[in-house]
């Protein structure tokens, strides 16, 4: 919801918790082994971070304009936030809760995946690419099209195969192959 997140028991199929006083909530991650959880706030500029036990707040650093979607890089054990609004990536250390560094995209960023070695890949919604960034340095590597696909937004990985997932909004998905960043198929949905 906007301004609360709900916790639910999948086994038990209920709610057994509420983070509130959220700002415009758009994306939520966790890192496990730090017991954070990390939500992004539109409207604030920030990221909530939480303890995934107690779920109180345990800090909220700002971040590039309107975060939208959050990955965990568990190789780098980095997060990383998404900025629509003013089209860059926020890299935060979940140990300390600091900012890294903000990074460019030049384009509108909208979902994120990780593939567990240091990558994270991006779909540019303004421009219909794929971005893939090197989460160590934090470095954009390599940019994309993602042709047919339009106003790219959901991102899914399948990490064994190396493929990249887009849902676009002219109703396609585009397989990309992560080796190449080619776009190796397409399909209605």
């Known amino acids: 919801h906007g301004t609360i997140v709900e916790v639910v028991d999948p086994s ?40 995934l036990k ?14 939208d979607s959050v990955c965990f890089e568990p190789h780098t054990a980095r997060i990383f ?9 926020t890299a935060i250390d979940p140990k300390t ?27 540019l919604e303004d421009s219909s690419e794929i971005i893939e960034i090197d989460a160590a340095q934090p470095a954009v590597l390599r940019r994309a099209p993602l042709a047919p696909c339009e106003g790219p937004s959901g991102l899914a990985i399948d990490r064994k195969n ?16 992560i080796p190449t960043l080619k776009v190796i198929g397409s399909g209605p949905i």
């Open 97 to 123: 809760n600091e900012v890294i560094k903000t990074l460019p995209l030049n384009g509108k960023p909208e979902e994120c995946a990780a593939d567990g070695t240091g990558r994270i890949f991006a779909n």
């Open 12 to 51: 038990a199929g209920k709610v057994v918790g509420q983070i509130t006083q959220l700002h415009g909530v758009h994306g939520i991650a966790v890192a496990p082994e730090f017991g954070k959880g990390f939500i992004t706030n539109g409207q604030s500029n920030s990221v909530t971070i939480f303890d």
């Open 162 to 177: 190396k493929k990249l997932f887009s849902t676009c909004s002219n109703r396609v998905m585009a397989i990309t192959d």
């Open 81 to 89: 936030t998404f900025n629509g609004r003013s089209n860059d990536s």
């Open 54 to 67: 107690t779920l109180a707040k345990v800090g909220e650093p700002q971040t590039g304009q309107n975060p």
